[in-house]
């Protein structure tokens, strides 16, 4: 299998480089964003944009020091929809693929159905999400979680499948009961299927929130985004997405620094 770095990319696209330059590469990546932003701003200044078009990282970064927008509230509404869906549909994806690989006549009769409605536009379903539980934060973390599921429930069902049957007939003619075969070989061998299946999933979690933000809040950073858009205040819109990117930047770090916990190099799958 194709091992991947912290960065979660192929060590081969990383030059093969060993653990000890592991530092080096994550200063790279932080260089390389500096040094964007430096030139935004730069280029700004020389081109003289107005602000409501595209306006300067400092312009972006002093709307924080501004209480109006209460960063800090939205900001903790939108984490607690990111990462509130993500975990439910961690939970719920793992349970339901367990299930599946457990029952056969499950599989063939429930499994083509979350197939077929995961083919509808999440989008579309928003709307009439909210006419059936309202709106609020539960509301777009069950959007969240609607997003995320299905990467999570396919690749688990495929790693509890890739188990050695001979492990598995091994656990059985020593009486082992169905959950120690899940929890001791199931689980174990399925794991690197699913952080593969998480690390998707974790992208889609800010996807979700934002989605459910847009189409009715009353509170989170999408909504702010939407209040400030008819003054064109830019600046502040800029901050709200910069804010939305960093939630799912630490989201995508913690399922690394668990998969780098919990899973040998080698037998991570790139993703």
Known sequence: MASSDQTGLPASELGGAPADNRHLHWFTIGAVHVAAVILWEVLVRATALPAFILPAPSAIFATLAKSNYDWLGNSWVT???IFGGYLLSVVSGVILALLFTWSR???????PLFVTLNMIPKVALGPLIIVWF???ISTNILITLSLCFFPILLTTVRGLKEIEPDLLDLVRSLKGS???TFVYIQLPGALPYV???MKVAAILAVAGAVVGEFISSDRGLAYLMIQVQAALDTPAMFMAVVIITLLGIALYLLVL???HLLIRKDARIAS
């Not at 006549?105 to 499994?111: D, K, M, P, R, W």
């Open 79 to 81: 984490g607690v929809e």
């Open 105 to 111: 006549l499950l599989t063939l009769g429930v499994f």
């Open 134 to 136: 309202s709106y609020g």
């Open 178 to 180: 169905r959950w120690q």
């Open 195 to 197: 952080f593969s299946g």
């Open 257 to 259: 620094l668990l998969e």
